[in-house]
């Protein structure tokens, strides 16, 4: 099926164009439907990518919904057979690809990898409960309106939950009970005053005090099923984290949609592995008078080049500097990619860096806010959390990892020419399925070929403190590939992770155990950011090759991001197309 599409691609793109209006005037009314329908199914999902037609709905978690989803699947996957590639646009002929990627995905996540039956995190409202409050999709009457039909659902969405569950790992189970305990939070004191000073009658308001004690008990009677069976688990009943190879291959296949088998992907990145450390030895080497003078140089290559990162790492802005560093940094950023023609920036979309509002502080120092696909000229924002008001040695040890060169490549990752130039121009394809269904390793792959793009360009103006420094950071894409299919398809213990990150990754231990969180309970995902960049490069290397003299990397950059984040292997078949 996958292949068939890529050859479908490939082979519109020789063929003449028949009265292609009627076609992609039909697929345009199909996506809209579809779209529609799918959301209908999924009314949570729909509200956190901004679309609010069904705010007021709760899906319950049942056999009976899942069934549902298969065989709405099924029909988008016949009607998608309807469609005849070589009338439809390019735009639109990617769409075709991603929407039945999508659908087979669906398919396969219900009905094989069935993580509804050992993910108990999956099971939680508070979060849309809690957008509901915070974004002003409708007046606020409205959106309590909509709460208080919704919160009737809560005690059967835990009932169903708790039937769909059977044999889940240890370590979600965990998360859960954590997740939902914290999720009691939004069903506090002060939602209940928001609902007496709203214009709700008196009876909405009291159906409102008794549906909340409903929804907290259901809340609290899930966290207290899951705490009674964690033991039980752990003593060998609960299903192993570990998805094994032939899960990994196929979860691989749907959620990157890669050029690269897991094995081709793992053995490249074991060499590049092997190819950093040595020039990371050379450049170690290279820094070490100028840091340590005449101290002895460690026969360990490791200790040496630790060694380094542990002088660099003094050299960082203050806690009262933090935002406004990052601030001069995204000003500078921006005139080097206009300055070096790198990619085409639209002037009428800017970045506004602000301090990150506090109800989402706590996971990282500095992400992109990008606006979701169905509000596409909302601002963009690069939330940076201050440091000033943490406790010093927190700060400190924020900023020793954030240090003058690691705080650049984190704002070119995020940012310019990062994750906000990728969103600006995907936004502008006006393809809601690219936005939606975009391949996570074009988006993280576009992000970390952007630092390496830059450094080419001479930014840092070839430091070999700046080198050194984005190697390191470039390790941890690499290194991320090798932990997660060694975690997932193999048996890596925490203990040798830990040490293996620590040691070749140069990692702290605090990135290292967090990290082994994450891979113990997401797969695949940590692929996609070394996947997307070696994809990325390699298609720039052969377009530079078939183009000679007439390549220019600010005409490679924007036609690839002008294809949304369809996946790379696609992107190269359109490119070859002529305009
Ligand atoms: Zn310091
Ligand atoms: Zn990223």
Redesign the pocket.
């Known amino acids: 099926m996958r292949l068939l599409a890529a050859i479908l691609l490939f082979v519109a793109a020789v063929v003449t164009q028949a009265s292609p209006t009627d076609e992609n005037a039909r697929f345009g009314a199909f996506v809209e439907t579809v779209l529609d329908g799918y959301w209908k199914l999924r009314p949570e999902d729909a509200f956190a990518e901004g679309y609010y037609k069904y705010a007021d709905r709760m899906s319950i978690p049942d056999a009976a919904t899942r069934a549902e989803q298969v065989a709405f699947a099924d029909d988008a996957l016949r009607s998608l057979e309807g469609f005849d590639p070589r009338r439809l646009s390019v735009e639109n002929r990617v769409d075709l690809v991603l929407l039945r990627n999508e659908f087979e995905s669906d398919r396969w996540y219900l009905t094989v990898f069935r993580d509804w039956e050992w993910q108990p995190s999956q099971y939680n409202v508070a979060d849309t409960f809690a957008r509901q409050l915070d974004t002003e999709y409708a007046p606020a009457d409205t959106r309590l309106r909509h709460m208080l039909g919704r919160l009737e659902r809560v005690p059967a969405y835990y009932v169903a939950a708790k039937a769909s569950l059977s044999r889940p790992t240890v370590e979600d189970t965990a998360i859960a009970i954590e997740q939902n305990r914290n999720g009691l939070e939004v069903f506090d004191e002060g939602l209940m005053r928001k609902v007496q000073s709203s214009g709700l009658t008196d009876s909405e308001k009291a159906l409102f005090a008794v549906r909340v004690a409903a929804a907290r008990a259901a809340i609290a009677d899930y966290v207290s099923f899951l705490a009674d069976l964690k033991p039980k688990l752990e003593q060998g009943g609960g299903r192993s984290f570990r998805i094994g190879k032939e899960l990994y291959a196929q979860k691989f296949a749907y959620d990157l949609q890669s050029g690269f088998t897991v094995t081709e992907l793992y053995d490249k990145a074991r060499a590049e592995k092997a190819a950093l450390h040595d020039r990371m030895e050379l450049l170690a080497r290279i820094l070490w008078p100028k840091y340590m003078g005449a101290a002895p140089l460690p026969d360990d290559r490791f200790e040496l080049i630790r060694a380094v990162f542990d002088v660099l790492s003094?050299h960082?802005t203050t806690p009262a500097r933090y935002v406004e560093t990052v601030r001069q940094q995204i000003v500078v950023l921006e005139q080097f990619v206009r300055e070096h023609d790198l990619v085409e920036m639209d002037p009428s979309r800017p970045l506004v860096v602000r301090e990150m509002p506090g109800y989402m502080r706590g996971f990282s120092g500095a992400h992109l806010v990008s606006p979701g696909p169905y509000d596409p000229t909302a601002k963009a924002f690069y939330d940076v959390t201050p440091l000033d008001r943490d406790a010093p040695e927190r700060a400190?040890s924020y900023?020793?990892e954030y240090n003058d060169w690691m705080l650049q490549l984190l704002s070119i990752h995020e940012a310019i020419p990062g994750h906000y130039v990728q969103d600006v121009h995907a936004n502008k394809s006006k393809s809601l399925v690219k936005a939606l269904f975009g391949d996570p390793a074009t988006i993280e792959g576009w992000a970390v070929y952007g630092e390496r793009m830059m450094l080419d360009a001479g930014y840092g103006g070839n430091a070999p403190e700046m080198w050194l420094t984005w190697m390191k950071w470039n390790l941890r894409s690499v290194c991320n590939t090798i932990v997660d299919v060694e975690v997932q398809t193999g048996d890596l213990t925490r203990d040798r992770f830990v040490s293996f990150l620590k040691r070749e990754g140069f990692q702290s231990e605090a990135e290292a155990t967090d990290k082994w969180r994450r891979a113990t309970l997401s797969q695949v995902q940590l692929d996609a950011y070394y996947d997307g960049y070696i994809e990325i490069t390699a298609l720039r290397d052969e377009e530079k090759h078939r183009l000679g003299k007439d390549f220019s990397v600010k005409a490679f950059n924007t036609r690839f991001l002008s294809y949304g984040s369809a996946p790379v292997r696609y992107i190269r078949e359109l490119m070859r197309e002529p305009q």
């Open positions: 003094k960082h400190e900023l020793r």
